[in-house]
């Protein structure tokens, strides 16, 4: 699941790792390629491993320093948050990325807005 991705990135990335490797699935491989278009990983692939499939993942460094520095789960397994896309608010004044499982696909807060439907809030990234 994407809360996992997230925290093995960002454990990747304090140990200053070029590559991560996940099992692939569509929502995850959705996530990280919306996470590439923002700029916060470098590019993410899917991969033949044998008879399973996985997702690898290059990380995105701006000098030494991370792309992505944190990240804050919104929907968790125990307790799932919905918002329309009148209150999806923004992340870090601008400076962040919010992540919307929507009825059209995974998508960013910002196109989830400008396509005026509303969904599960995943997470945010900054």
Known sequence: ???????????????????????????????????????????AEKEAAGRMSVIAVRLAYK?????MSDFRIVSKPSRHFYSDYRSLPTVKQGHGLSIVSTSKGIMTGAEAKKQKVGGEYLFEVW
């Not at 925290?7 to 390629?33: C, G, H, T, W």
């Not at 000098?63 to 792309?67: D, F, M, S």
């Open 1 to 43: 699941m994407y809360y996992n991705i997230l925290s093995e990135m960002k454990n990747a990335v304090r140990a200053q790792k070029d590559r991560v490797v996940f099992p692939y699935s569509k929502m995850d491989f959705a996530i990280l390629k919306k996470l590439a278009d923002a700029g916060y990983v470098k590019s």
């Open 63 to 67: 000098g030494k320093e991370a792309a």
